[in-house]
């Protein structure tokens, strides 16, 4: 009892101090006051790259030290935290930021727009040496709120052995997918995949891992269908090519059980589906690669550009960026650019590239992110800027992923499926999808 109590009394304190750390260092001080903070997310490699990023910065600017301040996990979590210090006047004074909610906070960061009067060696980098979508992604109304520092496109992952199994059960080849496939050769390629290997009615190997929608979207792009128009005002997602993307979507589950439910795979989540050889198929980034190569899975493991359609081919990027806190001034205003510049110069941005976890936005430091792995794989990701479209960045993201999912659980509910049109229209019609957004126009097929 006397245990429990203790353990009890631990737990209250560690959720305290990270609700609150922030609020007491603000009114109280501590002992690294002149030290920069600089916050992030992602997993425990993230944590370790940025560690020895910060290392670097400080070795080559003794006069400065930066708190590495890292919340575990993706996004969410970390955007939650970021708004209350926003709001409790407490925000860090570098930040790492995601486009999901980056135009909702934007005006907490400070103007790192350049000015021609700055000498380029000393206090600037060029933005030409920059992806120029990436830059143009954190610039609103004409201010640099952020600098792009690494992002991740899509590809289609595949498990060799899968196929192989496949090849071996149904007595004839199984050819591994091009770059030039189309859907129809998607979804033929994923229905060999799905496999009962003894006959007993029980799936045992599922072609592909379908996808949450954001992972969808180079499938939608390729049949020509939009979320929002160029402005982010004007929903989009209505007419033939959205029809026929989200038919394609529910017919792969449903029609063909090509993709498992989640009574076929309890507990398991994609990555884990596709290492076990569960699941032959899924849509994944770079992000993905570090951990595979650690893995026997390694040489067996295929990457292939996601499948055509009629809008061609495409697949969805995301950037995250570097920001300073607007509320960070002279001295440490100074040194958090400081700190941004290393990032972004040719150093900071090939440190971060040889992980592989992610792109870099300095093109330059794209050799680093292929040297890793001698381009066998990482090439499918710098080939695929060229056909890669930015994932909405609405201030409203949020707010729409969670509608979106929402009305897709009626469209894959095996018991009582809508159809694609009555799903569409109650997208449309959703309280947020009209409050947020102008009324529907159709899409070209």
Not at 73 to 92: C, E, F, N, S, V
Not at 143 to 166: E, H
Not at 221 to 248: H, K
């Amino acid at each position: 009892m006397r245990m429990r109590r203790v353990l009890s009394v631990a737990a209250t304190l560690l959720v305290g101090w990270w609700l609150f750390a922030d609020t007491v260092r603000y009114y109280r001080g501590r002992p690294d006051d002149d030290a920069i903070r600089f916050a992030h997310f992602g997993t425990y490699q993230d944590y370790a790259t940025w560690k020895r990023l910060i290392a670097a910065f400080e070795r080559g600017h003794p006069g400065i030290q930066v708190t590495q301040e890292y919340v575990a996990g993706w996004y969410g979590l970390y955007d939650t935290k970021m708004r209350q210090q926003i709001l409790a006047g407490t925000l860090p004074d570098v930040l790492l930021v995601s486009l999901g909610s980056f135009a909702q906070v934007a005006d907490a960061f400070a103007d790192l727009s350049l000015t021609d009067g700055e000498p380029p060696s000393a206090t600037r980098t060029p933005t030409g040496e920059f992806d120029a979508v990436a830059l143009d992604a954190f610039l609103l109304d004409g201010v640099q709120r952020a600098w792009p520092v690494s992002g991740g496109n899509l590809m289609i992952y595949c498990n060799t052995a899968c196929f192989d199994r496949a090849a071996d059960f149904r007595g004839e080849p199984l050819p591994l997918p091009n770059d030039d496939w189309t859907m129809a050769d998607f979804r033929r390629t994923a229905r060999a995949l799905t496999c009962d290997f003894d006959g007993d009615g029980e799936t045992d190997q599922f072609g592909f891992w379908q996808p949450r929608w954001v992972y969808y979207l180079p499938f939608l792009s390729s049949f020509g269908a939009e979320v929002l128009d160029e402005t982010e005002t004007d929903w989009r997602l209505t007419g033939p090519a959205a029809e026929a993307a989200f038919q394609f979507y529910q017919d792969l589950k449903l029609r063909d059980r090509s993709c498992p439910r989640p009574q076929d795979m309890a507990q398991i989540v994609q990555d884990v589906g596709f290492l076990t050889g569960k699941v032959g198929m899924c849509v994944n980034g770079p992000w993905f690669m570090p951990f595979l190569r650690e893995t026997q899975l390694w040489d067996q493991t295929y990457l292939v550009a996601p499948p055509r359609g009629p809008g061609g081919r495409a697949t969805r990027i995301t950037w995250d960026g570097i920001a300073v806190a607007a509320s960070s001034a002279g001295v440490r205003g100074d040194h958090a650019r400081q700190f941004v510049r290393f990032v972004c110069s040719q150093t900071g941005q090939e440190m971060l590239a040889e992980t592989q976890r992610a792109l870099p936005a300095r093109l330059s430091a794209i050799s680093a992110f292929l040297r890793a792995d001698g381009g066998t794989r990482s090439a499918k990701f710098v080939e695929a800027l060229s056909y890669s479209r930015l994932q909405p960045q609405t201030p409203y993201f949020q707010e729409m992923d969670y509608a979106i999912n929402r009305h897709l659980r009626g469209l894959l509910d095996e018991q009582h499926p809508i159809t694609v049109d009555e799903f569409l229209a109650n997208l449309s019609q959703d309280d947020v999808i009209v409050r947020r957004f102008s009324s529907p126009v159709e899409s070209t097929p």
